[in-house]
């Protein structure tokens, strides 16, 4: 088996093994209901279900976006190589040497698909981007109520 199918296999294995959205999220509520039972806290099971549902929904869509933005770094320092490794040697060669001019060609073109994909990304990333921001809600700020009724039952317990 060749290094790159190696990769691949080992890649579609790690693709299969993450949790899907539903299971983060039933991952979460299972953690807050054992973080609520070891901090004494009485939490029924559908109360520590909607809490954690309602983190997990917040966070998503925020994490998928952080996806999409390393995709383009990643992207970005590929048309960067390129551009410094592959076309600039390519373009000195192709004037010192005609016949180099074909090889160039190709490798133009290669670096143009780079480009698309990088601009591919781009693209997805500012219109989920736009999508989250139009849905994000004001900031939330704990209220001194809240924080005094948490701190009293932390003392008690």
């Not at 959205?21 to 806290?41: H, N, Q």
């Not at 180099?100 to 591919?120: D, H, I």
Request: charged share 35%.
């Amino acid at each position: 088996m060749s290094r790159d199918a190696k990769v691949e296999e080992e890649a579609a294995r790690v693709k299969a093994a993450l949790p899907g959205y539903i299971d983060v999220r039933k991952t979460a509520a299972a953690v807050l209901a054992a973080t609520a039972e070891d901090l004494g806290l009485e939490l029924r099971e559908r109360d520590a279900r909607d809490l954690a549902e309602a983190v997990v929904d917040a966070i998503h869509k925020a994490a998928e976006l952080r996806g999409i933005e390393f995709a383009c770094t990643v992207a970005d320092m590929e048309v960067a190589a390129n551009e410094r490794w592959l076309l600039a040697p390519a373009r000195e060669k192709a004037k010192a040497h005609p016949e180099e001019r074909k090889t160039l060609a190709y490798l133009e073109q290669f670096a143009q698909g780079v480009e698309r994909v990088r601009n591919e990304l781009v693209e997805r990333l500012a219109r989920v981007g736009r999508q989250w921001l139009a849905e994000q809600p004001g900031a939330v700020v704990a209220l001194p109520a809240v924080a005094e009724a948490r701190a009293k039952a932390r003392a008690v317990a």
